[in-house]
């Protein structure tokens, strides 16, 4: 069976920092990504009474993903199934702390961020400082996990990159 030619505008793009890896092309950018959500603000009622209860954001430190065909293909955290949850915990009352398996820093698909969605770009910036600077996660599962942890939960933001990572990062 042959594959259908694409057009320019179906190919992926090229990434000019890195050899042979892309982005999704410009038709899928227009077709699967928005420049708002649609989110709104919330108020949670009894959010986490005198904050004593954290959760733990376990993010992707991978860029790039090796596909079957040698490629490389811009990945990350995306940035709306990581940031809303992120607004919704926070609006909750509880703190949140950032890890990554390396402790480099979380990267995240800035081609699908929603730029005119200022719920999830004022998380971002809110969180930025934390993203940028994550705690290493083996050295939180030495310190902090436990009986007495102050982790209530572990939040696994989605996308390519935590499948293709977290299976991978030693034990």
Known sequence: ???????????PSPDRAEYNAFFPSPYSLSQFTASRTGAQPVV???ANP???WKV????TDERYMTMANGRKFSTGNHPVETLLPLYHLDQAGFQ?????????SVKLEMWAMPSEDELVTGTHQKYLAKL??????????QTALGPNSPYLAVFLPGDMAPCWACPKAPS
Not at 96 to 104: E, L, R
Request: aromatic share 2%.
């Open 44 to 46: 949670y009622d009894n």
């Open 132 to 141: 940028d600077n994550p705690l290493k996660l083996s050295d939180v599962v």
């Open 1 to 11: 069976m042959s594959t259908p030619s694409r057009t320019p505008e179906q190919e």
């Open 56 to 59: 733990l954001m376990v993010g």
């Open 50 to 52: 005198g904050g004593r």
């Open 96 to 104: 949140v702390d950032v890890a990554t398996i390396s402790g480099q």
